[in-house]
Every structure is written in C-alpha cells, then in structure tokens.
C-alpha cells in the first residue's frame, strides 16, 4: 500500500522559514516525479514544486522561485521542500504527490502551514 506523509507544517511569521518532508513507502518511486502542491483558504489546489528522482530536474511554480527549493533523498525514500521567505499568501494545506508517469496518482494527506503577517 502506497503512502505519502507530509510532516513540517505549522505557524511562522512572514520572512520566516519552514521545511516539509513527505515520507513515501509502500513501493519503489524510482523514476517517478515527486511533487508538491497547495491549496490556500477558499481555491484551487495548485502546482508548487516536482523534482524528478531519476534525472534530479527540478521545476517551480514562479510564485515560489527563488523563495523554495525541493529535493529528495532517495535512500531515505523521503523529499523535501524548504520554504524561505515565507509569506502570508503562503497559507495553505501542503501535499505530496507522486507520479509514475504522465499523472500523479498518489497523495498524501496534507500539512497545515499559516504564515502570520
């Protein structure tokens, strides 16, 4: 059974810092595409980071460059994504996604973060 827990989430003021790690078992996630997603009070989930565990390519929504960074430890089976320079239209439920190839077909349950202003 595949499972993705998100953990790290909590309440920071604006500037400050947080890092959210998603654990993933249940399978192996080579090749697969690790992503991480959001969604703030009252919208849309939307796309926030993927990094690629086979090539190591990562990509960011523009809202988040330069502010985030996503990695992975493969060995660990566990990503990362350190969050800088937070601010309160960060606000959001943070998950974790996987996907094998064109979809992401697992996620986790999500992890709360509130930026304070």
């Known amino acids: 059974q595949v499972q993705l827990v998100e953990s790290g989430g909590g309440l920071v003021q604006a500037g400050g810092s947080l890092r959210l790690s998603c654990a993933a078992s249940?399978?192996?996630?080579?090749?697969?595409?690790m992503g991480w997603f959001r969604q703030p009070p009252g919208k849309e989930r939307e796309f926030v980071a993927a990094?690629?565990?086979?090539?190591?390519?990562?990509s960011y929504a523009d809202s988040v460059k330069g502010r985030f960074t996503i990695s992975s430890d493969n060995a660990k089976n566990t990503v990362y994504l350190q969050m800088n320079s937070l601010k309160p239209e960060d606000t959001a439920v943070y998950y974790c996604?996987?996907?094998?190839?064109?979809?992401?077909?697992?996620w986790g349950r999500g992890t709360q973060v509130t930026v304070s202003s």
């Open positions: 996604a996987a996907r094998p190839y064109d979809q992401y077909n697992y």
């Open positions: 249940g399978r192996s996630f080579t090749g697969y595409t």
């Open positions: 990094i690629s565990r086979s090539g190591g390519g990562t």
